[in-house]
């Protein structure tokens, strides 16, 4: 039991007393703000359509991510004498947002003012109305808990009797199932539940049996009540009060909760007893030391109960929405046919916070994120010509890290989600198979997920701005689009290229990866580019370049063997093309130099990849590249290839040429921006991309805070490039500060 559960405990064991000695007026009251307040925890989660129906008030409560064609009728339960729409709205809030299904609730007529059986009567009349409405039987679910856990049953007995088709299963949390208050643990738990007493529950039931009584002097109601005890006994076993007592074959699948300190134990025991012995479907969840309905409390440690009632609703209401489903985008079809063994094209971006995560609370912060991102909260599936992509029902699980980052996705991952959260610590990583989208795709991502775990944890409300977006809109067209198919030219670009020098090295044989952080002063790097009158792209690239030729002059001593220094640098389209997309949307420059000319000077680097990124990084060059790429996809012929062989072709394809072309890629994502409401939480953020398929070297750039992190990832036991770098940038007068998980030799 944690530190919330026991707090609320002993809440319940103070107020326990004064509840006891309580108006029925100042109780309903009571209830009435306790719905309230468990509504207010989801209803940004949810949209009401209030009304009146035969003279009770409803409410369909819709969630902004309905993920199925059933319906919950929802019967709140408060001893039959208490609770209102306000009340009743609150656990059908819960219900509807956590689910993903509509929920029905009603304000059935109360005791004592209108006695037994108008409760049964109410609950029939609104069952009736959604089989009017258009839903099947085989749609319907029925929820209570306490008096409305009972009384779903009694609206199945009642259904029964009139031959009438049963709703698809029963979800009872602590039903009141014994109005005789015969139990045994009427009297085991007298002492340690702490939140109702057998007394109060007597004076509910002769409520509803019996209708009311006043003292006008004391201005209370009171209820009227059998003085012969086999009289009383027997009014109150009637079946439809009191569904113990009912012949229970046939009825519809049932999922029970109870606490296991409440003196109502008894009441769901007994009932799952019988109803197993009956011929039904009955699972029990019986929580050790919990009180009576201690679902409706949403406590972090039984976030389980909830995935129960999900799997529940999954299994008993067959009619699931379809899921999303779309065609890869123009870049991200290489990626599946690429795949080796031991590679899989996965990149990272994370954060790190100033706090320990809070895992159960960033679990209900991805499973509000996963809805906002149709394109990214996806599987890989194989269709007969392409691969496509197709929404996960869920969110993943959350996955602890490992002792490196990127390591190997394997495919049959792939196919059941294609993207993971991984905890270390303070740190939230993402890992993004890059066929869903690119650097900037996947960091909104992060930021939004990052908004909705501040807002779960803390209550904090991060604004929509900086590249947040509203987890509760319904996502753009423009954000689902392939936006190369939108912005292809009408001359295609030509594709020769000279293979570059690859670096190599002592491959690590079980797939270790070494990060290697250099963290550098974002200003100082900002003055130092200035000072050669180029980018930070391009200021880091010509350090790359130029660390990477003295790697290649100490390997190749003879000049004319060497080969071109080339490094894929991705361009961002977006800013190019008007593209609102969270899909793949990038295409590269390759700036370089040919060491065969001769050795070159970092001025001398500066300058050919700044004019060539000038050169290269227009408008009408990159439309031209994106008819090339385009243009393979739209052939008739590559269109009725089977997949198989595409794969074949795309492999060979990618083998030959793919990667060749340069020595490794560098990713600058820029300067990155959040409100101050989330900045006074986040400490870092890291870009990590997975090294190539075949050469052992990555690197991504992010700015935070004054800070910039260059990730260096290998899969060689030398650091290489690390060094090298490192070497150039202290010529260069820039201070460096370097951190690595690199291993420790036995």
């Not at 509000?368 to 929404?391: C, Q």
């Not at 490794?664 to 870009?687: I, Q």
């Amino acid at each position: 039991m944690n530190l919330t559960t026991k707090l609320l405990r002993s809440q319940l064991n103070v107020m326990k007393p004064f509840v006891e000695g309580c108006s029925l007026e100042t109780t309903r009251k009571a209830q009435d703000k306790l719905g309230q307040l468990m509504a207010s925890t989801q209803k940004h989660e949810v949209s009401y359509n209030d009304f009146t129906n035969g003279g009770c008030p409803y409410s369909l409560i819709t969630p902004k991510d309905d993920i199925t064609d059933g319906i919950i009728l929802y019967l709140h339960g408060g001893g039959y004498t208490c609770g209102d729409i306000s009340y009743a709205k609150g656990f059908g809030t819960v219900l509807s947002a956590k689910c993903g299904i509509k929920v029905l609730c009603v304000a059935y007529r109360l005791a004592p003012e209108d006695v037994f059986p108008a409760a049964v009567s109410d609950a029939l009349y609104a069952y009736h109305y959604l089989i009017s409405s258009g839903y099947h039987a085989s749609q319907i679910i029925l929820a209570g808990e306490s008096a409305g856990g009972g009384l779903i049953y009694s609206l199945c007995l009642k259904l029964k009797e009139l031959s009438e088709p049963m709703p698809a299963g029963l979800i009872a949390i602590s039903p009141w199932t014994d109005l005789t208050l015969s139990g045994k643990s009427y009297k085991t738990n007298k002492r340690v539940d702490p939140s109702i007493v057998k007394e109060t529950l007597k004076f509910y039931a002769d409520c509803y049996i019996y209708g009311k009584d006043e003292d006008t002097e004391k201005k209370r109601t009171y209820p009227k009540t059998e003085n012969n005890s086999k009289k009383d006994a027997e009014n109150k076993s009637n079946p439809f009060a009191s569904p113990l007592f009912a012949d229970l074959t046939g009825m519809p699948p049932s999922l029970i909760f109870v606490g296991g300190d409440e003196i109502m134990l008894d009441d769901s025991v007994k009932l799952h007893e019988k109803l197993i012995s009956s011929g039904a479907r009955s699972t029990l969840t019986v929580t050790p030391h919990m009180w009576h309905a201690y679902v409706l409390y949403c406590l972090s440690e039984n976030e389980g109960d909830f995935e129960k009632i999900r799997r529940f609703i999954k299994s008993t209401v067959p009619h699931q929405k379809k899921l999303r489903w779309m065609s890869l985008d123009n870049a991200a079809k290489i990626y599946p046919a690429a795949r080796r063994r031991n590679w899989s094209n996965v990149f990272r971006l994370s954060a790190t916070l100033n706090e320990e995560i809070d895992v159960s609370a960033l679990k209900v912060a991805l499973d509000v994120t996963v809805r906002r991102f149709p394109s990214i909260a996806v599987r890989l599936k194989a269709g007969a010509f392409w691969y496509y992509l197709e929404e996960i029902p869920h969110a993943p699980e959350i996955m602890e890290e490992k002792a490196y980052p990127l390591s190997r996705m394997f495919f049959d991952d792939i196919r059941k989600c294609a993207f993971r959260v991984i905890v270390y610590e303070k740190r939230i990583a993402v890992e993004f198979f890059h066929a869903l989208t690119d650097g900037n795709g996947g960091f909104i991502f992060l930021k939004t997920l990052l908004a909705e775990y501040l807002y779960q944890k803390h209550g904090e409300k991060v604004p929509c701005v900086d590249g947040i977006l509203d987890r509760l809109e319904e996502p753009l067209p423009e954000e689902l689009e392939d936006s190369f198919l939108k912005y292809e030219g009408k001359v295609k670009a030509p594709r020769s290229s000279k293979s570059a020098f690859r670096l190599s090295g002592t491959y690590e044989q079980d797939g270790f990866r070494t990060d290697t952080t250099f963290i550098l002063d974002a200003k100082e790097i900002h003055e130092k580019a200035k000072e050669k009158n180029v980018t930070v792209t391009a200021f880091m690239t010509a350090a790359l370049i130029l660390a990477t030729s003295r790697i290649q002059s100490a390997q190749i001593h003879r000049q004319k063997k060497r080969k071109p220094v080339k490094i894929i640098v991705p361009v961002n389209l977006r800013k190019l093309f008007p593209s609102k997309t969270l899909r793949n949307f990038v295409l590269y420059c390759t700036p370089g130099i040919d060491q065969r000319l001769g050795d070159y000077t970092f001025d001398e680097i500066c300058s050919i990849v700044y004019h060539t990124m000038q050169l290269e990084i227009t408008q009408k060059n990159m439309s031209s590249i994106i008819a090339s790429n385009v243009g393979d996809e739209k052939s008739v012929f590559v269109k009725l290839m089977p997949l198989f062989i595409k794969n074949f072709v795309m492999k060979m394809v990618f083998n030959s040429v793919g990667e060749k072309t340069s020595c490794f890629s560098f990713s600058n994502l820029g300067v990155a921006s959040v409100p101050e409401e989330m900045k006074k939480y986040v400490e870092r953020f890291d870009f990590v991309l997975g090294v190539q398929s075949c050469a052992p070297y990555n690197c991504g750039l992010i700015t935070y805070n004054g800070k910039a992190y260059l990730n260096i990832i290998r899969n060689i036991k030398e650091p290489l490039l690390e060094a090298s770098l490192y070497e150039v940038l202290r010529e260069l007068d820039i201070h460096v500060t370097a951190e690595s998980n690199i291993r420790k030799e036995k």
